[in-house]
T-cell receptor
Framework: GAVVSQHPSRVICKSGTSVKIECRSLDFQATTMFWYRQFPKQSLMLMATSNEGSKATYEQGVEKDKFLINHASLTLSTLTVTSAHPEDSSFYIC??????????????FGPGTRLTVL | QKEVEQDPGPLSVPEGAIVSLNCTYSNSAFQYFMWYRQYSRKGPELLMYTYSSGNKEDGRFTAQVDKSSKYISLFIRDSQPSDSATYLCAMKGAGGSYIPTFGRGTSLIVHP
C-alpha cells in the first residue's frame, strides 16, 4: 500500500523557535496533502489542505502566519510552526491523497510528529 | 451537536470477545464511511471503507452502515491483544477531495 513518511518523529524545542516538519509520499505522487493536529484522547483536527504549487487552504481558526505550509513538489509538503509556544505542543499528522485498494481515492497517514515546546 | 459522535471509551474486553464499536452522525449528506485504527503515538491506518448502506466484511472485521438511522458500526470477531488501539470512524459526502469528518475515536483494550 501507499506509504507516507514524516520527519522528525519527535522534536523538543524552546519557546520562540521555529520547527519544520516534513511529509513525504514515498511511492506515489500526491497532489493534495493534509495537515492534522491531535491532542491526547481527542480526534484529528484538520488544520489545512495543501495543494502542490498553490497556497494552502486553512481551516477556520488556524493561523496561517503561524503554521506555514509549503507543498513544493508532488511528494513533499512541509509544515513550519513559527515562534512556537507551549500551547503548540501536540501531535501533528500529515496525510496524502492517493489511489487506494478500495477503488476510491484514500487518505494515507504519516506516523505523526510529537512536538513539545518548553 | 457534533457532526460525528463516538464514545471515547475505554472499552475493555477479554481476548476472544466480539467487539462492537459505533458512531452516530447528523449529516445526511455523508455517503462514504471509514474506520481507522490508530496505535499509540502512530498515524491512523485505514481498516474499512464502505459506500452507502450495507455490510462489508474483511477477515475478522465487519463494517455496517445504517443510513436511515445515521449509525455505523465496526465489529471485531475473536479479538486479540494486538487489536488494542484507538478506532476512529470517519465519513464524507460525495464529490470533492478526500476530506472526511472524524469521530474522536474509541480506545479499545483487549486483555489476555
Amino acid at each position: 500500500g501507499a506509504v507516507v513518511s514524516q520527519h522528525p518523529s519527535r522534536v523538543i524545542c524552546k519557546s520562540g523557535t521555529s520547527v519544520k516538519i516534513e511529509c513525504r509520499s514515498l511511492d506515489f505522487q500526491a497532489t493534495t496533502m493534509f495537515w492534522y493536529r491531535q491532542f491526547p484522547k481527542q480526534s484529528l483536527m484538520l488544520m489545512a489542505t495543501s495543494n502542490e504549487g498553490s497556497k494552502a487552504t486553512y481551516e477556520q481558526g488556524v493561523e496561517k502566519d503561524k503554521f506555514l505550509i509549503n507543498h513544493a513538489s508532488l511528494t513533499l509538503s512541509t509544515l513550519t510552526v513559527t515562534s512556537a509556544h507551549p500551547e503548540d505542543s501536540s501531535f501533528y499528522i500529515c496525510s496524502a491523497e492517493g489511489p487506494g485498494t478500495s477503488g476510491y481515492n484514500e487518505q494515507f497517514f504519516g506516523p505523526g510528529t510529537r512536538l513539545t515546546v518548553l | 451537536q457534533k457532526e460525528v459522535e463516538q464514545d471515547p471509551g475505554p472499552l475493555s474486553v477479554p481476548e476472544g470477545a466480539i467487539v462492537s464499536l459505533n458512531c452516530t452522525y447528523s449529516n445526511s449528506a455523508f455517503q462514504y464511511f471509514m474506520w481507522y485504527r490508530q496505535y499509540s503515538r502512530k498515524g491512523p491506518e485505514l481498516l474499512m471503507y464502505t459506500y452507502s448502506s450495507g455490510n462489508k466484511e474483511d477477515g475478522r472485521f465487519t463494517a455496517q452502515v445504517d443510513k436511515s438511522s445515521k449509525y455505523i458500526s465496526l465489529f471485531i470477531r475473536d479479538s486479540q491483544p494486538s487489536d488494542s488501539a484507538t478506532y476512529l470512524c470517519a465519513m464524507k459526502g460525495a464529490g470533492g477531495s478526500y476530506i472526511p469528518t472524524f469521530g474522536r475515536g474509541t480506545s479499545l483494550i483487549v486483555h489476555p
